[in-house]
């Protein structure tokens, strides 16, 4: 098993996301936490075996996703309290985590890795 961002550590570093992940990590927000991981088959074999989609490389259609996800929490995050801005990343992960185990995101037809 491969451990997988719900929020990928590519948008948690950049730049434009600074203003987000500086106040959650002020009230003790990790983005290596549990709360933003989920495990996610590193092979092949064991997507298919456990009908989730594997992580074994890059995956920039999900990415694609979440970051549009987090452009909305951008234009408000402004007039947030840090409670209803950790909310709202709360609901980016909960979105993220049942969408994996649901199977709304990309994966590879022949090898079911997450696009």
Do not use: C
């Not at 996610?40 to 995956?59: F, Y």
């Amino acid at each position: 098993m491969a451990n997988h961002h719900l929020i990928p550590e590519e948008l948690i570093k950049d730049p434009r996301y600074k203003v987000i992940f500086d106040r959650l990590k002020k009230i003790g927000w990790d983005g290596d936490g549990a709360s933003n991981g989920i495990f996610l088959p590193g092979s092949e074999d064991l997507a298919k075996t456990i009908d989730m989609p594997g992580h074994w490389s890059n995956h920039r259609e999900y990415t694609g996703e979440v970051r549009k996800k987090l452009e909305n929490v951008l234009r408000k995050e402004s007039k947030l309290s840090d409670t209803q801005l950790a909310l709202h990343v709360k609901d980016i992960q909960d979105w993220a985590r049942e969408g994996l185990k649901k199977g709304i995101f990309n994966i590879g037809f022949n090898n079911g890795r997450l696009l």
